[in-house]
C-alpha cells in the first residue's frame, strides 16, 4: 500500500496563498487517483479536488473552482494543492487520499488517507 504525508498547511491572512504537499512513499502515485478533502470543525469531510490516474485530469469542488490547482510531480512522487485567494471559510483539516478508481469524488473510493494537515484563514 501507499503511505501519505501531507505538509504546507498554516495560518495565513483572507486573499493569501499556501501550497500543500502530500509526500507519497511504497507506491508510485501513477498507480493512484489523488484527491484533496478537507474537514472542518463539527462537519463532514468533503471533496476538494482530485487528479485522475490514467490521464491527469483534475476536477474541483464549486467552492475552489478557480482559486486552488492540484498538480503532481512524479519524480519527487508528490502531489500539492495550490491555494490561492484564500477565504475564512477555507480553514479546515486538508487531508489528501489515493484511490485505485479511474477518477473519484467520492470519500468511499478512496482507500488511503494522510493524516491532514491544517489551513486556517483569517479574516
Known amino acids: 500500500q501507499v503511505q501519505l504525508v501531507e505538509s504546507g498547511g498554516g495560518l495565513v491572512q483572507a486573499g493569501d496563498s499556501l501550497r500543500l504537499s502530500c509526500a507519497a512513499s511504497?507506491?508510485?502515485?501513477?498507480?493512484?487517483?489523488m484527491g484533496w478533502f478537507r474537514q472542518a470543525p463539527g462537519k463532514e469531510r468533503e471533496f476538494v479536488g482530485t487528479i485522475s490516474r490514467t490521464f491527469g485530469f483534475t476536477s474541483y469542488a464549486d467552492s475552489v473552482r478557480g482559486r486552488f490547482t492540484i498538480s503532481r510531480d512524479n519524480a519527487k512522487n508528490t502531489v500539492y494543492l495550490q491555494m490561492n485567494s484564500l477565504k475564512p471559510e477555507d480553514t479546515a483539516v486538508y487531508y489528501c487520499a489515493a484511490s485505485t478508481m479511474e477518477e473519484s469524488v467520492r470519500r468511499i473510493d478512496y482507500d488511503y488517507w494522510g493524516q491532514g494537515t491544517q489551513v486556517t484563514v483569517s479574516s
Open positions: 511504497g507506491r508510485s502515485l501513477r498507480s493512484y487517483t
